[in-house]
């Protein structure tokens, strides 16, 4: 059925809203990950977002707000950024939108019984995959930390909703160390890192190997022969190879987690590696608002570079409008719009909710111009693009079904 401009934005709000979501990019376990599986109210007031914008809002420091418990440390949140102060921004609107899609009224009551309320409602990941309409996600899983690495020894988990990806920062922050421990676990002690690779690879079934960098590490992947070894063997496996670009770690160290800031990247070196590497295939996102125009022009350049996401930083309402046009303005739907990057299982309700806010009104205005220009546009046009941006665009560049 061919739409017309009444019925057009109705009909593309329903098939955004039905549309399973794949998510790209995420630090989330399943349940059964122990330790660090994170669910409720309470971890997500402890987001590393939120305790950057309170250690800057207030005179509380740092050392003293991390010696404290976990129920502490979430009620001094609420009380200083939702209680004193005015939850606007968009780390606080998103515990505001969760609690809104539970129906949890805030009015005159207590965080401690915001807090029953909240476990009462939400009990366990199935429950935000079905509220989230989030049907699989990739983990964000390090092979160099043993102990995360354990979900692995295990199967009573489900592998078809949650995906492995390898994270190999470690690699840059700590070689030695590192090298290390991928001998322990290899006999053979030739070429040991892509041997470790492989075994990882073996156990875990990953979709990509990821890491990330800035302007003096980037370099390292450009002229190092590990690196290259690395890159062979991604391309031997079909992986991409995901750059997250332009993080400088530890400005500011006291915050621990919420410490990490913007580094510089230098994109032309990004394009040597798309030329000098033309069978691999690199993800990339980058946390700059500078980066962002040159990024959208690398990515009409080279097929085997593929834009995603709004990474931390840039995940911001004012800035994905912005940026969001840019890319369809030149890329048309040719990118991955977006990841959630979450890290407590509830945040997949919010931060897909707040893209899908932005995601309608832009898309709207691309479909009534067509429209205008008497191009028919029609549901199953409405749903094809749709699928694309919110899962087959991701699947297809990963090569999954
Ligand atoms: O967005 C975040 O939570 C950051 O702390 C980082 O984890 C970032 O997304 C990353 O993957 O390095
Ligand atoms: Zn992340």
């Not at 079909?238 to 670009?245: G, H, R």
Request: glycine share 2%; charged share 25%; net charge negative.
């Amino acid at each position: 059925m061919i739409l017309s401009s009444d019925n057009i934005s109705k009909k593309l709000l329903n098939i955004i809203d039905s549309t399973p979501i794949f998510d790209l990019h995420t630090h989330l376990f399943p349940p059964k990950h122990e330790g660090y599986f994170l669910l409720g109210f309470k971890n997500l007031l402890n987001y590393h977002y939120l305790i950057a914008e309170l250690l800057t809002a207030t005179n509380i420091d740092a050392s003293t707000f991390y010696s404290f418990n976990d129920e502490k440390k979430a009620s001094l949140i609420w009380n200083e950024l939702f209680e004193k102060r005015t939850p606007v921004s968009e780390a606080c609107s998103g515990v505001l939108s969760i609690l809104k899609e539970l129906n949890i009224e805030i009015n005159n009551k207590s965080f401690l019984s915001i807090c029953d309320e909240y476990d009462r409602k939400i009990q366990s990941d199935k429950n935000i995959l079905d509220l989230s309409n989030v049907s699989s996600l990739v983990m964000t899983n390090n092979p160099f930390d043993l102990d995360e690495w354990s979900l692995f020894n295990t199967n009573d988990w489900d592998k078809k909703i949650y995906l492995a990806s390898l994270r190999l920062d470690d690699l840059i922050l700590d070689y030695d160390e590192t090298l290390k421990k991928a001998k322990d676990q290899t006999s053979n002690q030739e070429n040991t890192i892509v041997n470790y690779l492989e075994k990882c690879y073996s156990q875990s079934n990953p979709v990509y190997a990821a890491i990330s960098l800035n302007l003096e590490t980037f370099n390292t992947i450009l002229e190092d022969s590990m690196w290259r070894d690395i890159l062979v063997w991604l391309e031997s496996k079909k992986l991409p190879l995901s750059l997250m670009l332009g993080v400088k770690r530890a400005v500011n160290k006291d915050f621990g987690l919420a410490g990490d800031g913007i580094g510089e990247i230098n994109l032309k070196e990004l394009s040597n590696l798309c030329n000098s590497f033309p069978k691999n295939k690199f993800l990339v996102t980058c946390l700059s608002l500078n980066d962002q125009h040159e990024l959208t022009v690398l990515a009409r350049k080279h097929p085997n570079l593929r834009i995603f996401g709004f990474w931390w930083f840039m995940n911001q309402p004012t800035i994905i409008k912005q940026i969001l046009k840019m890319r369809i303005d030149m890329l048309g739907f040719s990118f991955i719009p977006q990841h959630s990057d979450a890290r407590v299982s509830d945040q997949l309700i919010y931060k897909w909710n707040h893209f899908k806010k932005i995601l309608h009104p832009i898309l709207l205005e691309y479909y009534q111009d067509l429209l205008d220009k008497n191009f028919p546009i029609s549901e199953n046009i409405l749903q094809r693009d749709i699928n694309n941006l919110l899962s087959g665009n991701a699947k297809n560049y990963l090569g999954i079904t």
